[in-house]
């Protein structure tokens, strides 16, 4: 099995794309083509959906448009990419999709900071019940959440569930050591270089997502 896609990938909070420096040389070593960028601000101090623009805004200026890529989201990371995958088109494009500790349904070590992007992340919030909605349209791509049952910032741990695609626990005992655990870096190789199981039509209507992609810019629904 080889790499057929480039891969995109999406750091987390307060993190920059630095923190990818192991994966991105491990699945380069690998084969893969692999892209990512620094999202601004990376402290929560602006509403997530506006960190999902600078995605798509990356997406469009490096990639050939509708040209297929792979997209991997860390922690904050994967709750941005859902934005983009699920309201601003990316589905068009992104054939797999990998969240590494993301709090799908939240963590309430989002309550210790009062910044828009961190209320976003807490359990129940406007913003992942949103998203949440119709989370199904996942199930038109290759869907997986990668997780561990010992992390202590996305709490519970069980948060990094899904109710679409696959769930692949690993027992990585730090939060942080999920982008470069051996463990982790395996898993995520492993999903990327697995052949697809769905097959989307690129020109198939995304009503579901078009109705709900004007999210406020202004994070004042969280």
């Known amino acids: 099995m080889g790499f057929r896609h480039p891969v995109l ?11 990818f420096h192991s994966m991105s040389r491990y699945l380069t070593r690998l084969g893969c083509s692999v892209y990512s960028l620094s999202l601004t601000p990376n402290n929560g101090h602006l509403g ?5 623009v ?6 469009a200026s490096t990639f ?5 890529f792979d997209l991997v989201g860390f922690s904050m990371g994967g709750i941005v990419s859902r934005y983009y995958v699920q309201r601003l088109g990316g589905l068009a494009q992104v054939k797999r999709f990998v969240t590494i500790a993301s709090p799908h349904q939240g963590t309430w070590i989002a309550y210790g ?11 129940g919030s406007d913003f992942l019940q949103d998203l949440n909605q119709d989370a199904e349209i996942l199930s038109r791509l290759d869907f997986t959440s990668i997780w561990t049952p010992l992390d202590l910032m996305i709490v519970p741990a069980n948060s ?3 109710p679409v695609g696959q769930s692949v626990p690993i027992w990585v005992p730090s939060h942080a050591w999920m982008v ?7 898993a995520v190789a492993s999903c990327l270089q697995t052949p697809l199981q769905v097959s989307v039509p690129s020109d198939r209507p995304l009503e579901q997502s078009r109705d709900r992609q004007k999210w406020p810019l202004d994070g004042s629904r969280t």
């Open 9 to 19: 990938l999406i750091h987390g909070i307060n993190d920059t794309e630095a923190v």
């Open 48 to 52: 997530l959906e506006y960190l999902a």
């Open 54 to 59: 600078q995605v798509s805004n990356y997406v």
């Open 64 to 68: 050939s448009p509708g040209q297929p």
């Open 113 to 123: 900071s009062e910044r828009p992007g961190c209320r976003q992340m807490r359990p």
């Open 160 to 162: 990094s569930l899904m």
């Open 180 to 186: 470069s655990h051996p463990q982790s870096l395996q």
